[in-house]
């Protein structure tokens, strides 16, 4: 039998919302029906669609063919809304997840996970991501809903009024804090790009640093990285090490801040370091909990 845990950003979501999102494949009356029928069950208790969950419910699945198919196509299609508001979708990207469609990704991309998501919410608008991240790299990445927003939230980071901050791991021991300013190539040409840093925690082996992308050049961070001396754990790339096996390069957007373009704030996604990147931390005796 399956199990699902509630978390604490879904308490007081009813029973039904939560299934809805945590298996979208499986038709809405085929999660009614096991509710009705008694085959789901709530701390090992009978329930009702309506129940609202609180953080720690666990919720026993049955092991049948048909939810099992619908478990592994819902396991293809899941993406973690981060924030959502009228003209856009924060959603989360991890670490080998493509955002975009392309040699060993056909099948499987953020692009496509979040097409899927709305049209079975029959949203009459696709959403189109505005900005990059690294297959290799985890962390938010901004949807605009339809093609008007795409313009307005682009424009925002064309003209520089998105802030990116990042948590890195990288080889050797840097200063307290200071500016990356290596040209980094770009359309053919060596761009001017700023990267600003400041460490965390670190020995003579390694440093985790927190940094600011000042301009947004492809690949800017692990290249001036590593013309600095200090590749990224696991970025094999750019000359970085394997550390523990790790196979995707140490780099992870924690905050993503941008203008609202309708009630005149910023609006600022935060995006926890991933377990992963977590015990590897622990592992090299690190110890940043609230990260």
Not at 39 to 45: E, T
Not at 108 to 129: E, I, M, S, T
Not at 205 to 214: A, T
Request: aromatic share 6%; with cysteine; charged share 20%.
């Amino acid at each position: 039998m399956n199990k699902l845990t509630v978390t604490s950003r879904n308490s007081g979501q009813s029973l039904l919302a939560f299934l809805q999102e945590q298996i979208p494949a499986a038709p809405v009356a085929y999660l009614q029906q096991l509710i009705r029928k008694g085959k789901l069950r709530l701390n090992g208790q009978a329930t009702l669609e309506q129940t609202p969950l609180q953080a720690e419910d666990v919720l026993t699945l049955p092991g049948n063919k048909r939810l099992a198919g619908f478990l592994l196509e819902s396991h293809r299609e899941k993406i973690e809304v981060l924030l959502e508001g009228p003209d856009f979708l924060a959603v989360y990207k991890p670490a080998g997840l493509a955002i975009h469609r392309g040699v060993g990704h056909e099948t499987d991309n953020l692009a496509d996970r979040v097409d899927k998501w709305l049209k079975r919410r029959q949203l009459p608008f696709g959403a189109f991501p505005v900005h990059r991240l690294d297959v290799g790299t985890s962390g938010p990445v901004l949807f605009a809903k339809g093609r008007r927003a795409a313009g307005v939230l682009g424009n925002y980071f064309m003209t520089g009024q998105v802030e990116k901050h990042y948590t890195a791991l990288v080889v050797g021991e840097t200063a307290d804090s200071g500016e990356l300013h290596t040209p980094v190539p770009a359309k053919g040409k060596l761009r001017a790009a700023i990267t600003r840093y400041r460490r965390l925690e670190g020995n003579q082996h390694f440093s985790l640093l927190k940094l600011e992308l000042v301009s947004g050049r492809k690949h800017q961070i692990r290249r001036q990285l590593a013309d600095a001396g200090h590749p990224l754990v696991g970025d094999r790339r750019y000359g970085g090490p394997k550390v523990l096996n790790r196979q995707q390069p140490f780099l992870h957007c924690c905050t993503l801040s941008w203008p609202d373009s309708t009630a005149g704030q910023r609006l600022t996604v935060a995006c926890p370091l991933p377990q992963d990147l977590k015990h590897l931390l622990s592992a090299i005796g690190f110890c940043r909990p609230e990260i």
